[in-house]
């Protein structure tokens, strides 16, 4: 897993502080959804997708690495994965996994190797 996979790196463009509720999310082959929860916490950064009737109301979350950039004016969050591999993710249950270590555990090598598509670490 990526050391860095739940910080956002240098280039992402990330103020602490700022609210990204609400930006699209856009996946590196198109729109995934909106961003419906962020934290800044350190070791621990994410940003919770609602994915809308894409994959059919289901949220996501993706660790602070797979952003490339956020582009403010925009109000849009660029992730460096496909639609496929977020909807391929292990599955997010707000009211289970918010804070639980087992879960990040699990995001966190998924998307820190590329789960089953491979290396693609940020």
Do not use: C
Not at 56 to 62: D, I, N, Q
Not at 106 to 115: C, S
């Amino acid at each position: 897993m990526s050391d860095n996979m739940w910080g956002y790196g240098e280039s992402s463009g990330r103020l602490i502080g700022a609210d990204l509720v609400g930006y699209k999310v856009e996946a590196s082959d198109g729109s995934i959804g909106k961003v419906d929860k962020d934290s800044d916490e350190v070791g621990s950064s994410y940003i919770v997708v609602d994915t809308g009737p894409w994959i059919f109301g289901k949220e996501v979350l993706l660790p602070a690495g797979t952003i490339e950039r956020i582009d403010a004016q925009e109000e849009k969050v660029y992730v460096s994965r496909t639609k496929e591999q977020i909807k391929n993710a292990p599955e997010f249950d707000k009211d289970k996994h918010l804070g639980d270590p087992g879960y990040h555990d699990q995001v966190g090598t998924y998307y820190g190797t590329g789960g089953p598509y491979g290396d693609h670490r940020v």
